[in-house]
């Protein structure tokens, strides 16, 4: 495998880390070392060319092979967690990284046209992403998404919604005959599971609670038609052949529970904020949009605008 690729890398779970070392006696406590300062928290693991690699970017050459749940853990920490083998093969493959980049410099890679482009497009990007990140991410708490639920809820009309099942079949007589066998006793799920063309014949027709507008409009108006316990006297076509409805509930709903809601609300937000960063930016932004050059004519002269339009 390429040393270089993050999958060739894989790092223990969180409960498989090495455990703390003891804590020495009291009487040797007192002798302890002040605290490191805050630099020494990323200390110089190695250096190459003249270049210092620090623990972070050792920690860094992971990538996508750590844990999401130690993404965040701060790199000397993490150190303590890891395995020595494990942190020998990240710093291997940051002083290999290291060689390589300053190799690509030295050969004056960084100054081709093409790279420096492309390296111009990838700075350009994590800025962008950085500040929409910084910008949005306070927004989408928790709080903040249940503070909107609760509006949304509390604006929101309480809607009439049923839970019904229902018996598809493809004709009319055979819509009939299922109504009989209703009429005699007949148990309404066995007949659907055993009857039923829907792919809700599995739950024994169950279609769930739904509004009016979920259903097309004959088979909605004759489920909101019936009480709880009542079967359609008739079959109802639909574009989807003949139904046997029955209703079980009725309720007044505004809307889905905050679980169900969620993910749907998150994106959502995420999108309004994303517009709302996008114009404010935009407002403050000094924009010149220049004109596209003017088409030329034979011979390389301005071509002649075109007469204007006859009223």
Known sequence: ALLLGASSLSLPPL?????????????????????????????????VDGEDIR???????????MPEELRAVPPATLRAMLPPQIFAQLTERAITNRALVSAARRAGLHREPAVAARLRRLAEDELRDTLLRREIMPQLTDEALRARFEADRAAREPEEQVRASHILVSTEAAAREIIGQLRAGGDFAELARSRSNDPAARTGGDLGFFSRNDMVPEFAEAAFALQPGEVSTDPVRTSFGWHVIRVAERRMSTGPEFEEARDELRQRMMEETVRAVVDRV?????????????????????????PPASR
């Open 55 to 65: 623990l972070d970017e050792v920690i860094g050459t992971a990538g996508d092979a």
């Open 15 to 47: 409960a498989s880390a090495q455990p703390a070392p003891p804590q020495p006696p009291a009487a040797a406590q007192a002798q302890t070392p002040a605290p490191a300062a805050p630099e020494d928290a990323n200390p110089v693991i190695a250096r």
């Open 282 to 306: 935009m407002a403050e932004a000094r924009v010149e949009r220049l004109d596209a050059p003017a088409p030329t004519g034979p011979g390389g002269m301005q071509a002649e605008p075109p």
